[in-house]
T-cell receptor, first 111, second 112 residues
Framework: QKEVEQNSGPLSVPEGAIASLNCTYS??????FFWYRQYSGKSPELIMS????GDKEDGRFTAQLNKASQYVSLLIRDSQPSDSATYLC???????????FGGGTRVLVKP | GAGVSQSPRYKVAKRGQDVALRCDPI?????LFWYQQALGQGPEFLTY????????KSGLPSDRFFAERPEGSVSTLKIQRTQQEDSAVYLC??????????FGEGSRLTVL
């Protein structure tokens, strides 16, 4: 079992729709959770962080965390073609510093 | 500089050659990380520094891989006797708050 599991996709969504991305992790000691976006040929960039159970909203992005289920998700509302990228889930270790990345979910937003 | 700087951006090496990849982190960032990313995969952790101390090197795939950060700023990842399976993008990242990594553009290594 991988430490961080994501559906590789591609997840195809029409422009304006909601994209829903899921991630499960195995390290129960993880206390911090991050979503990174990676455009093709570029480096990952941080888009969301979440530390507590529940929802956290930032613009069109909402992160959801359920530590009991070891599950974290990302919703992208009003998806735009510029959201087409790979989204990487990354729980932090117990010490918080080292991140373990999932394989990423590729999202394609079609005009 | 304003961001994490990596060099070279592209490196082609013949099998068996040694390579050195450089990372210049964001000024003031204590933590520095090296990741390896194969095509179509997520970044895989290699090693982590806090200042000049290498706190975790559990991800280095073999003893051919060596990383250092002697003065707590610039870091170098060295790969000795390169093999074809070493071909990947090597990402360096620095952070101030834990987990909020700022990545460089990466060094793409191709071993022929």
């Amino acid at each position: 079992q991988k430490e961080v599991e994501q559906n590789s996709g591609p997840l195809s969504v029409p422009e304006g729709a909601i994209a829903s991305l899921n991630c499960t992790y195995s390290d129960r000691g993880s206390q911090s959770f991050f979503w990174y976006r990676q455009y093709s040929g570029k480096s990952p960039e941080l888009i969301m962080s979440i530390y507590s159970n529940g929802d956290k909203e930032d613009g069109r992005f909402t992160a959801q965390l359920n530590k009991a289920s070891q599950y974290v998700s990302l919703l992208i509302r009003d998806s735009q073609p510029s959201d087409s990228a790979t989204y990487l889930c990354a729980p932090g270790g117990a010490a918080g510093n080292k991140l373990t990345f999932g394989g990423g979910t590729r999202v394609l937003v079609k005009p | 500089g304003a961001g994490v700087s990596q060099s070279p951006r592209y490196k082609v090496a013949k099998r068996g050659q040694d390579v050195a990849l450089r990372c210049d982190p964001i000024s003031g960032h204590v933590s520095l990380f090296w990741y390896q990313q194969a095509l179509g995969q997520g970044p895989e952790f290699l090693t982590y520094f806090q200042n000049e101390a290498q706190l975790d090197k559990s991800g280095l795939p073999s003893d051919r891989f060596f990383a250092e950060r002697p003065e707590g700023s610039v870091s170098t990842l060295k790969i000795q006797r390169t093999q074809q399976e070493d071909s990947a993008v090597y990402l360096c990242a620095s952070s101030s708050p834990p987990g909020e990594l700022f990545f460089g553009e990466g060094s793409r290594l191709t071993v022929l």
